[in-house]
Each structure stands twice: as C-alpha cells, then as structure tokens.
C-alpha cells in the first residue's frame, strides 16, 4: 500500500495490532474515534507499539508523517519513536533494519514529524510502529499518520580547500596576512565554498612569549586578518574560516572565525579546553559550542585540543553540525574516525605540523596532505551515510545523526559523569 492515510481513516480495522517484546514490558493500548493510542500504564519499563505492514518495493523512496497528542512526557526525543522496521522475509526483528522520524516540530497541541526512507535491498515490507517506551506516566494518541510516495532531497556538493603548515620563524603579522594570503589564492583556483586555515593562523610563526606579549600580539575581532579573509571571502564567493589570536579587551582567547561569501564576519568560536601551556601563558577558555548556519549547511569549530574530548564534536552534532572545521596546531589522526562516526559528521582539518585533510561519515581519509601547502576535496552533505546500517538503520548512528537512538531511560548516567568530573570522591 502506497499514498495511503493509515489514521485516522484506518485506526478501526484489523490492519493495526498491539506489540510488545514481553507481558511484563506492554503499555495500556488504546483506541479512540479513528485514533490509536498509548499510556505507560505506571510501568516505567513499558516498550510496546501499534504496528501495521505495508508492501514495498526494494529501493523505493517513501514518506512517513505523523502527528500526535503527547502528555506526561518529558523527552520526546526519547520515549516516543513512530519508526518503520524494514522486512526481508523471515528476518527476525533484530536482524531487520529500522528508520524514524528523527525531529519534531510542535503545532498548536500535536508533534508533527515527518522523514523521507529508502526501503532496503531485499526488502518487502515494511512495518510501521508507532512506540512508546520508559514513560510510566506517559499518554500519547496518534491523530494521523499517513504513508506515501517521496522524494529523495537534492545533492549538497561542497567544495573545500584547507591548508597546512605557516610562515618561517620568525614571522611578523603582516607575514603571516602575505603567506596565508598566497595560499588562500592558490585555492581560490579550485572555485570552493569554504577554506580553512589552521589554529593560531596570525601568529602561528611569531616568537613565544607570554604575559603582556601575548596581549600585544592578539587581535581584536574583526582585525587585519579577519579583514584579510574578508577581502578574499568577497574575490572568490566562499566562505573563509581560521584559529585566530583573539584579544578582547584584557583577555586572551584561542579563537576560530568564520566569514561569509559577502566578507561578514558570520561568528566566533573560542575554545573550550585550551591546551595546557596556553594557560598559563594567559589564554581563557571559551565555555561554549555553538554552529553556524551557511548557505550549504550548518558547521561548527573544533579547535584542536578540543578534539580529544568526545563531548566536543557531540554537542556540535546534538546542535545541528554535519561539517565540522578543526583548525589545530597539531593531533592525534586516529581520533578523526571515530569523531566523525560517532557523530555522523564530516571533518575538514587545517593544521600547522599535522596532516591536513577531509574526513567523511565512515571515518574514512578522502584527501590528506602531510607537507605544506593546499588541499582540496569535494563531499555531499546530503550523503552521510553510517557504520553497520543494516542493523540499526538511522537508529543506529551518533547522536547527531538520529537522538532516537539513545536507550539510557534517565540522565543518571550523565550526572555520574559530571560527579566524577568535579574530582571529588564522596566516602562510604
């Protein structure tokens, strides 16, 4: 069945039935005037769903819409899950793919979603389930839901240019403007979107010092070099991204800009956890992780020290980041792979010592460069695909890549983390 309006039209038939794994796991299932519904029945362990087989052609795109009535639930995002599980003959669930609605949107009373699927190879049907778990209190009635015919989205190619090492020691500011300049230019030939320079770009070759030569040698925002990147942000219609030096005031920031195709400086990303010596050098840590919306898509920073934090590239990804730019002095490549897989994301590198390069949802290197000078690499944002997809379909990525996928019922967990964190050891 395709183009079909399965609720309310369809709620009274016998093409819809209960399912939980065990007795001791099922909700209340309810029914109402055309609608379905569920209540956590004061079961906080409760995991059950209306269920309902639709045929499918293997490869074919299609749109599940949902709207519903949701109360006592305090995270959506994690107790309810309208899903399609993905039949290939006998398979048994667990063996089955599985795709959701990944967000929602509230209007007036209802959560309305919607997602568009391909259904897999060998596969004839699919089931759409309409689940409820971990919520004892939890009422949800399903108003609609229909199943139709879609389209896949267009492509989102990306051209990206990055760039590795810095000026000769010792460098002024004005030639660190005049080398990155030459490379920013030799890029432009390419005709990218985005350019990425690495960490500390306009101070990167001038003499350690700390204290008030820090200060001096730091820029307020926008300064030279951001003016430098507008100019050529303008000349070549791309985005220009780069770590910065940044002066605000009295205080000293290791900072990452982004600057738009017009020259505009889009924002500012200062980072969280400075690398040890930058401390006591003078260097404040930032205290956030934000993404920025470009006309290709949303990126944010990590700037170098950052990375060895998984919190970092999973927060951007929690916050809406498929592209995420890391400037950096010098890393650890083998955390690049799993950043990226845990995360659904690509990663676009720019570095001073280490290895230049892109690197896609699967972890995979699709260009590097370990000696000085450009880069530059091509990606489709539209395309991220995932580790292991047959097993867990979108259920089974980062937290970017679908928050369905969560199975912890609370935030203990997390609070755990945060105690352990403060390094403080309670007694017994």
Not at 55 to 70: F, I, K
Not at 134 to 148: C, H, K, L, R, S
Request: aromatic share 8%; proline share 6%.
């Amino acid at each position: 069945m395709v183009d079909a309006q399965l609720l309310p039209s369809s709620a009274a038939d016998d093409a819809w039935h209960s399912w939980a794994p065990m007795d001791s796991l099922a909700p209340e299932f309810l029914t109402g005037d055309g609608v379905l519904g569920l209540s956590g029945d004061d079961n906080a362990h409760c995991f059950g769903a209306w269920c309902r087989m639709i045929q499918v052609d293997e490869g074919g795109v299609y749109r599940l819409a949902v709207s519903m009535r949701v109360t006592g639930v305090s995270d959506p995002g994690l107790h309810v899950t309208p899903h399609v599980l993905w039949r290939r003959g006998s398979q048994l669930d667990g063996q089955c793919a599985a795709d959701t609605i990944e967000s929602f949107r509230l209007e007036g009373d209802r959560l309305v979603g919607e997602a568009v699927f391909v259904a897999p190879m060998g596969c004839e049907e699919a089931e759409v389930r309409l689940l409820l778990r971990y919520a004892a209190g939890a009422t949800v009635w399903f108003d609609e839901v229909t199943w139709t015919t879609g389209e896949l989205p267009p492509a989102r190619p990306v051209r990206l240019g990055t760039v590795r090492g810095c000026p000769t020691l010792p460098a002024s500011a004005a030639d660190h403007l005049a080398w990155y300049g030459r490379q920013i230019d030799r890029l432009i030939t390419d005709e990218p979107d985005l350019i990425l320079l690495p960490e500390f770009a306009n101070t990167a070759s001038m003499s350690a010092a700390a204290g008030a030569d820090l200060l001096d040698r730091a820029e307020e925002l926008p300064g030279a070099f951001c003016d430098m990147l507008a100019k050529r942000a303008r000349q070549a219609n791309c985005y220009m991204a780069a770590g910065v030096l940044e002066r605000d005031g009295d205080i000293v920031y290791n900072s990452a800009v982004l600057v738009d195709r017009q020259g505009e400086l889009v924002g500012v990303q200062r980072k969280v956890h400075p690398y040890w010596p930058e401390e006591p050098a003078g260097v404040v840590p930032g205290e956030s992780f934000d993404t920025f919306r470009t006309d290709f898509g949303v990126v944010g920073f990590m700037i170098c020290y950052d990375s060895w934090w998984p919190e970092s590239a999973r927060l951007l990804a929690l916050k809406g980041a498929e592209l995420v730019l890391f400037p950096n002095a010098g890393y650890e490549p083998l955390i690049l792979p799993a950043r990226a897989i845990d995360n659904n994301v690509y990663i676009l590198t720019a570095s001073l010592y280490s290895p230049a390069a892109v690197t896609n949802t699967l972890g995979e290197t699709l260009a590097r460069s370990t000696v000085d000078g450009v880069l530059s690499a091509q990606i489709d944002l539209e395309s991220r695909p995932k580790c292991h997809p047959n097993a867990g379909g979108n259920l089974n990525p980062g937290p970017g890549g679908a928050r369905w996928a969560r199975n912890a019922r609370s935030v203990r967990i997390y609070e755990e983390i945060l105690a352990c964190q403060s390094n403080v050891i309670s007694g017994r």
